[in-house]
């Protein structure tokens, strides 16, 4: 799939990466409608390691996660749109419904979640933090969301 990679892959090339010293950062998310918030993240999100590492949902985890409608848009054009921005360096799709398997095999040197999560509730925060790495909560940019977005577009629908 263009604009992803597959763990075996991934984990050639994050080898790669620190055998020339680069800080791996990992997040992870659904990504489902990309608007300013998820940009504003991913920038932050980046600017503190080296090289910037998603796990992508998908459609099927999407599914369980937020309801039958979602995701709007499927795993290969989600892919496809976040490997485009400057600052991602890589995107690996998930089927389950957290990224800890993930996690465990990647062993990024920091984890970035946003929102009001508490670090010690983030999935994979242990494993980060046993190799050496560290956990980072970032806020998200108010007023910005795909929820909120796909209610303003059905608001605007003609009934």
Not at 48 to 64: C, E, P
Not at 67 to 80: C, E, K, T
Not at 97 to 112: E, G, H, Q, R
Request: one cysteine or more.
């Amino acid at each position: 799939m263009k604009g992803a990679s597959d763990l075996p892959d991934a984990l050639l090339q994050i080898n790669n990466w620190r055998e020339q010293g680069k800080r791996i950062v990992f997040t992870n998310g659904c990504f489902d409608l990309l608007h300013p918030g998820h940009i504003d993240y991913l920038e932050r999100a980046r600017a503190l390691g080296d090289a910037l590492v998603i796990g992508l949902n998908d459609d099927d985890s999407i599914r369980r996660l937020k309801g039958a409608s979602r995701p709007v848009n499927q795993l290969a054009d989600r892919a496809i749109m976040l490997a485009a921005l400057r600052c991602v360096d890589m995107v690996i799709p998930f089927c389950e419904d957290t990224p800890f398997n993930l996690i465990s095999a990647l062993k990024p040197d920091i984890l970035v979640k946003g929102g009001d999560y508490k670090p010690d509730d983030i999935i994979g925060a242990d494993i980060v933090r046993d190799t050496g790495g560290e956990v980072v909560v970032m806020p998200f940019l108010d007023g910005h969301s795909s929820t909120g977005l796909i209610t303003r577009i059905h608001a605007q629908q003609p009934s």
